[in-house]
């Protein structure tokens, strides 16, 4: 079991800093901490989580910054690895400006355009924004890679989204939350009231979406609680972050972020870093331990190290690790003269054990940790946490 998150920051980044002529424009002044915030963030969610799906709003301006932040390599390995998707975002809600007593204050549709509506000219607008374009054989490539990724949501999402806020607001749930002005008719509404309904479905048209392909989310979605169709799996995104900054500060690690300031070239790194056997069963693990509310992610991280004690340590395990040790003391007194050393080894060791007794904590327990022990001890979060303990002090 793995989780995919949602993510809709980066493409508002690009929509507000990578197109000309923007009504709205990004301030200048924050673009260099916004495109720091967002790739710390876009590190994080890849290691974190299995798949990243990136909201995109036709021109998928992202695909060159990506290139540029990945390299061309890596970012082909994270389309290879399903590491990251694209969700065009077709679905359409808006509302009506003008006062019109007994109209329904809202519409929907779908985007149809070109650059909205298909994932290849998507794909082929947002690469020609490239200062620096790639060979037409590798932008060929790659575009096929992306297009391959891309998702389109169902054309009927828009409309259930609007009847889900026309229901909420006549049994009265919206009023509940202080969002729109109670009692009012849904035909008759003041235009500021018709805005934040119209907010209310877009965001809820995002929420229908993320249940509908099992996704989950860093968006905070409060007021859906009162539906009864809300998932845990939508609210567990937030959950995977707070533990694993928990379990940082347990382990006395970085969390992802400051990890990824302090690693040499850390997006070129990451398709390594990600599809580690490592972090293929911490990703698992963190996803599991998000979805369920039976403990502490504390209380479930000790449950892990006390499960995983390895096999020989077991009341089975001591009886084969004495056969084991038997077994070995028979190649050692072979070793040592035919049949009067196997006949030696074959008593356990115990002639041996005072030319042995010297080496203890070197030779020997080196070979039941690491030999006998070892091979059977099972995996446990903390081996993720060691491998980075280890990058950082290698990257130090």
Not at 117 to 130: R, Y
Request: proline share 6%; net charge positive; glycine share 6%.
């Amino acid at each position: 079991m793995g989780l995919t998150v949602f993510s809709t920051t980066f493409d508002e980044f690009c929509r507000a800093y990578c197109f000309t002529n923007l009504p709205n424009p990004g301030d200048p002044r924050l673009l260099v901490p916004k495109i720091l915030a967002e790739k710390s963030k876009l590190f994080e969610q890849l290691m974190l989580f299995d798949k990243v799906a990136l909201k995109v709003f036709g021109e998928n301006a992202m695909a060159p910054l990506f290139i540029n932040i990945f390299g061309l390599k890596a970012f082909e390995e994270l389309l290879e690895q399903n590491a990251i998707g694209f969700t065009l975002w077709t679905p359409l809600v808006a509302h009506l400006v003008d006062d019109r007593p007994g109209v329904h204050p809202l519409v929907f549709g779908t985007h149809s355009s070109p650059a909205h509506s298909d994932p290849e000219q998507s794909v082929k607008l947002g690469l020609k924004m490239m200062q620096h374009p790639l060979p037409w054989e590798k932008r060929r490539n790659l575009s096929r890679k992306l297009v391959n990724v891309y998702s389109i949501p169902s054309p009927t999402l828009s409309r259930d989204a609007v009847g889900f806020t026309n229901s909420a607001y006549q049994s009265g749930k919206l009023s509940k939350l202080a969002m729109v002005e109670p009692g009012r008719p849904f035909e008759d509404m003041a235009q500021a009231d018709r805005a934040t309904l119209n907010n209310y479905a877009t965001h809820l048209l995002e929420y229908r979406y993320l249940l509908e392909s099992q996704m989950t989310s860093l968006t905070s979605y409060d007021f859906f609680s009162l539906f009864r169709d809300t998932a845990q799996k939508v609210k567990s995104a937030q959950t995977v972050t707070r533990n694993f900054q928990e379990l940082a500060k347990i382990e006395n690690v970085p969390d992802m972020q400051v990890l990824q300031k302090q690693t040499k070239e850390p997006f070129q790194r990451l398709p390594a870093l990600r599809s580690s056997r490592s972090a293929l069963k911490f990703r698992h693990w963190m996803a599991k331990a998000a979805m369920s509310e039976s403990q502490s992610i504390s209380d479930a991280y000790l449950s892990a190290l006390e499960e995983a004690q390895g096999f020989f340590q077991t009341t089975p395990g001591r009886f084969v690790k004495t056969i084991a040790v038997s077994a070995i003391g028979l190649a050692v007194g072979s070793k040592v003269g035919g049949a009067v050393g196997a006949a030696a080894g074959a008593a356990g060791l115990t002639i041996m054990k005072p030319l042995i007794e010297p080496l203890a904590g070197t030779g020997w327990d080196l070979l039941d940790e690491f030999v006998l022990n070892g091979i059977t001890k099972g995996w446990t979060p903390r081996m993720f946490f060691n491998d980075l303990r280890e990058l950082s002090k290698r990257d130090a």
